[in-house]
């Protein structure tokens, strides 16, 4: 669903797709290092993806995030970090697709 308007939007690493930015979960550099973004400083380098683990490891495989942020990706971390934050999500009543979901 796209709306225009307002809503700053950014484009999902994985899919490609641009989405309303507060619906996609946003990556970050600490120290060097590609981590999720799990605060709401969205200072510096960038990059997002929908919140859906298809988006996630297919940016992953295009290292779309050491492009991106410019920073080494430790995919295991990476991968722990934003399932966690998927199922605090989802927790919390926001739109996201655990692993054993379909995606879009
Ligand atoms: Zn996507």
Do not use: W
């Amino acid at each position: 669903m796209t709306r225009r308007g307002h809503v700053p939007q950014r484009q999902c690493a994985g899919c490609g797709g641009r989405f309303a930015k507060h619906s996609l979960v946003r990556f970050t550099v600490t120290r060097s290092l590609a981590m999720v973004d799990t605060g709401l400083r969205g200072e510096g380098r960038g990059a997002y993806t929908c919140p859906d683990p298809d988006c996630f490891e297919r940016a992953l495989r295009k290292k779309a995030f050491e492009r991106r942020l410019k920073a080494a990706v430790d995919a295991g971390i990476l991968r722990h970090d934003f399932e966690h934050l998927l199922i605090t999500l989802v927790k919390n009543g926001k739109k996201a697709n655990l692993r054993d979901s379909k995606g879009v």
